[in-house]
């Protein structure tokens, strides 16, 4: 755990293998990503207000899903550059990044159901 917070463990350009439990949990959260993914596919296709979020959702995880299988094939395969710590610190702060975005637009929801709540009634009374 001390050595997480060192220079040379996230920039050595030849790492070792992720330790078992390790593995583990990046296996675990590939799967959950792409069981999300799934999930996600299956409940767009209803449509509805929701469109967007979910469309955001799916790309989010399928996109990390695959970025976390090339970099877990990486990692096994012990290829020097791309198996090195800092790839996996990018990943995970794109992930946040990304997930931020997607909830500012979870936040505007409510106002665009507003909207449209408003839309439908003014369109009632045309033509």
């Known amino acids: 755990m001390k050595h997480l917070l060192t220079l040379d463990y996230w920039f ?3 790492p070792k293998l992720l330790i078992a439990p390790t593995q583990k949990i990046f296996i675990g959260g590939i799967i959950l990503l792409a069981i999300l993914a799934v999930i996600i596919i299956l409940i767009k296709k209803r449509g509805g207000i929701y469109r967007g979020i979910l469309n955001s959702l799916y ?4 996109t990390n899903t695959l ?3 090339i970099l877990f094939f990486f990692n ?3 290829i020097p550059f791309f198996s090195a710590r800092f790839w ?3 990943w995970i702060i794109t992930m946040l990044v ?4 997607i909830f ?3 936040k505007n929801i ?5 909207q449209l709540e408003k839309d439908q009634e003014f369109k009632k009374y045309l033509p």
């Not at 790309?59 to 399928?62: A, G, V």
């Not at 990304?98 to 975005?101: A, G, L, P, T």
């Open 98 to 101: 990304w997930s931020i975005f």
């Open 104 to 106: 500012k637009k979870l």
């Open 12 to 14: 050595n350009l030849q």
């Open 88 to 90: 996996l610190g990018i």
């Open 110 to 114: 409510p106002l665009r159901k507003k």
């Open 67 to 69: 970025l976390g299988l």
């Open 76 to 78: 096994y395969e012990k």
């Open 59 to 62: 790309l989010f995880c399928l």
